[in-house]
């Protein structure tokens, strides 16, 4: 959270609006997951000899990602209590 913060301060900043998305938003934990999963797999353990050796193991899991393993996560989330009382 603490980084997508940096990231949106800094595009908007730069006058874009890009990240400027609510971090609370349910997307947000998807991103989480998938980043989770990329941490697991290839950097916890991974040698990387440059940044060239990174970005290309990083992109050979997104594509994988996006070949093979890729799949909709179950959303669990069903609100806070006071939504639903709202509701």
Do not use: C
């Amino acid at each position: 959270m603490k980084t997508v913060r940096k990231w949106r301060d800094r595009f908007l900043a730069a006058g874009r609006q890009g990240l400027y998305t609510p971090i609370h938003a349910s997307w947000m934990n998807q991103v989480e997951i998938f980043f989770s999963i990329l941490q697991k797999r290839v950097l916890k353990w991974g040698d990387f000899h440059s940044t060239a050796d990174l970005e290309e193991r990083v992109m050979a899991f997104i594509q994988r990602w996006n070949d093979v393993d890729g799949h909709p996560f179950n959303w669990t989330f069903r609100g806070y209590p006071m939504q639903q009382e709202a509701a």
